[in-house]
């Protein structure tokens, strides 16, 4: 049973910078793909950004591209989200994902992503 624990978020106010972490457990992870996923309220749940299992095949949401970055490190078997200029508009709870069936593929869509974790809140003020 993986296991994913975020952590990072916080308040900060536009034009800021925040770096997420996702630490997982219990699998292979340096197999996976792993996703960031975010949700605001009344909102369906919105992709922001994938890799693969090397870290070097990335896609991102078109909200984000530009500013975010995610980055994995199979030693510490933790995926980063690094957030830079962000906008009241990317205040949501940000949620990692696993992907256990990866097999170069990555998605955008939250069905392909059979592990998730609690996800971490990330307000941004204007």
């Known amino acids: 049973q993986v296991q994913l624990v975020e952590s990072g978020g916080g308040l900060v106010q536009a034009g800021d910078s925040l770096r997420l972490s996702c630490a997982a457990s219990?699998?292979?992870?340096?197999?996976?793909?792993m996703g960031w996923f975010r949700q605001a309220p009344g909102k369906e749940r919105e992709f922001v950004a994938a890799i693969g299992w090397s870290g070097g095949t990335t896609i991102y949401g078109d909200s984000v591209k530009g500013r975010f970055n995610i980055s994995r490190d199979n030693a510490k078997n933790t995926v980063y989200l690094q957030m830079n200029t962000l906008k009241p508009e990317d205040t949501a709870v940000y949620y990692c994902a696993a992907d256990s069936q990866y097999r170069g593929a990555l998605y955008y869509t939250p069905r392909k992503y059979g592990y998730w974790g609690q996800g971490t809140q990330v307000t941004v003020s204007s």
């Open positions: 219990g699998g292979t992870f340096s197999r996976y793909g």
